[in-house]
DNA sequence: ATGGCTCGTTGTGCTGCCACAACATCGGAG
DNA sequence: CTCCGATGTTGTGGCAGCACAACGAGCCAT
């Protein structure tokens, strides 16, 4: 049932881009597709890495949580991009749970690939790092975001995050792309849902954004940057 | 003035570990020492990324300001550690400034050393990887801290990865290694220096700590350990 | 010594955010 | 159609931590 994966999935993804079809063939036939109903988890927080994975379609929150039961997402993740790569950094254990967003669809590849794919590959390692120099980057300026800024500017910089990772055009403005919850944003900022559901009323009012039940779409862009204090 | 730097310097770093001597020495007549006072910068944000570091001796806080002025220190470098390592990121500017916390000794390479650095050198390319890694496992579990636990608890975490990563075992506890204002954990841990202190002066009634101009000792880490909800 | 600086402490008032509760609304399952 | 759970909204109160100000103490230079 898993009908043969063609090379022109992967020729455009930064990993890839240097490498030859026959190249990409290899890649592909080493690949198992896995397929994931929303709201389950690729993996987990603790368990061993033993795969790496690449996201075809869909979205993926990365989530930690702590010993005292709350929970904030660390990470989204785009098409296209790869995730759950602890093998590339010496990670044993995953440091935290991959869980879908919407349906996804997903390749997988055993850890011990990994050091073969960088050694054979042509700017497989390079551009993968690339990757972890951005996320780096990201968490970086959540860092100084969550330590400089009040919950206001924290929360529009992550609705501005998440259009630039996976905002849809649509006629009245940036949609986020993947299902979204209060309870989501307030995840990502560190603040409670309550919080979030005034600052999203009341920028409603201002004809900032429109906010649905799991959808939020952004109508005036600059004013949110303004809004932000433009961090990230 | 620049003796002849001794092998055994690099041997037992992790990047080198599992070199020979004639490489280290290669890698040593590569280098360029260079000294720098306190309080002065090794490099600053927003430059281009021309050279990558090896702190011998001393303390490095790297450190983000943000557009409002606020700085806030993202990671502290100990003896040993290579930083300023965007080359291993496919970074083109430093994403941020490296000050120095006190009397440092420094070893630079020009940064088109670093693609040979990791196709000559065994071992060199995964231990690196493998300590950057493990300060994005450090970010990372700063935003959860900064996410979900209070002020107390926040600097309590922070002042416990200060002796992790500086400590010195002193009669009557555990020192931190580095010269440290109320200024600079209030930096670390997104608060004020006024709360800082009432932090620390309460710790110390308690017994705690032993809080000094520019120093702080550790008498009872597992007390600090509770108060710090235990995330790092 | 002595001035000047940086660093630390502490008191007071204020406010932004959280906690909780109660209700409204939506969507799916049977 | 109806019920139920998940999601979102809104009001009220309380408190943790910030801002500001004023003072004290150590360190350095000349």
Redesign the pocket.
Same mark, same amino acid.
């Given at each position: 049932m898993l009908k043969k994966l063609d090379e022109s999935l992967l020729t455009d993804l930064p990993p890839f881009r240097r490498l030859s079809r026959p190249q990409i063939r290899e890649i592909l036939d080493a690949a198992t597709p896995l397929r994931f109903d929303p709201g389950v988890a690729v993996f987990s927080e603790g368990l061993p890495v033993e795969r790496f994975f690449l996201l075809m379609d869909g979205h993926i929150r990365v989530i930690r949580t702590t010993p005292g039961g709350d929970q904030i997402i660390a990470l989204h993740i785009a098409p296209g991009q790869l995730f759950g790569i602890g093998a590339a950094l010496g990670k044993t254990i995953y440091p935290a749970t991959a869980m879908t967003a919407d349906d996804c669809l997903v390749l997988a590849w055993p850890n011990q690939l990994w050091a073969g794919f960088t050694e054979r590959y042509e700017g497989f390692a390079t551009e993968t790092y690339k990757v972890v120099g951005e996320r780096l980057g990201e968490l970086n300026n959540r860092i100084v975001e969550m330590a400089t800024q009040? +919950?206001?500017q924290r929360v529009a910089c992550a609705i501005l995050r998440l259009i630039t990772q996976t905002g849809r055009k649509v006629d009245g403005g940036i949609e986020v792309g993947l299902p979204?919850?209060?309870?989501?944003i307030s995840d990502m900022t560190?603040?409670?849902?309550?919080? +979030?559901?005034?600052l999203?009323?009341g920028w409603?009012r201002d004809g900032i954004v429109l906010?649905e039940?799991?959808k939020i779409t952004v109508t005036a862009p600059h004013r949110l940057v303004v809004l932000s204090g433009a961090i990230a």
């Amino acid at each position: 049932m898993l009908k043969k994966l063609d090379e022109s999935l992967l020729t455009d993804l930064p990993p890839f881009r240097r490498l030859s079809r026959p190249q990409i063939r290899e890649i592909l036939d080493a690949a198992t597709p896995l397929r994931f109903d929303p709201g389950v988890a690729v993996f987990s927080e603790g368990l061993p890495v033993e795969r790496f994975f690449l996201l075809m379609d869909g979205h993926i929150r990365v989530i930690r949580t702590t010993p005292g039961g709350d929970q904030i997402i660390a990470l989204h993740i785009a098409p296209g991009q790869l995730f759950g790569i602890g093998a590339a950094l010496g990670k044993t254990i995953y440091p935290a749970t991959a869980m879908t967003a919407d349906d996804c669809l997903v390749l997988a590849w055993p850890n011990q690939l990994w050091a073969g794919f960088t050694e054979r590959y042509e700017g497989f390692a390079t551009e993968t790092y690339k990757v972890v120099g951005e996320r780096l980057g990201e968490l970086n300026n959540r860092i100084v975001e969550m330590a400089t800024q009040a +919950v206001e500017q924290r929360v529009a910089c992550a609705i501005l995050r998440l259009i630039t990772q996976t905002g849809r055009k649509v006629d009245g403005g940036i949609e986020v792309g993947l299902p979204i919850t209060r309870q989501n944003i307030s995840d990502m900022t560190g603040t409670t849902p309550y919080t +979030v559901s005034r600052l999203l009323s009341g920028w409603e009012r201002d004809g900032i954004v429109l906010s649905e039940r799991r959808k939020i779409t952004v109508t005036a862009p600059h004013r949110l940057v303004v809004l932000s204090g433009a961090i990230a």
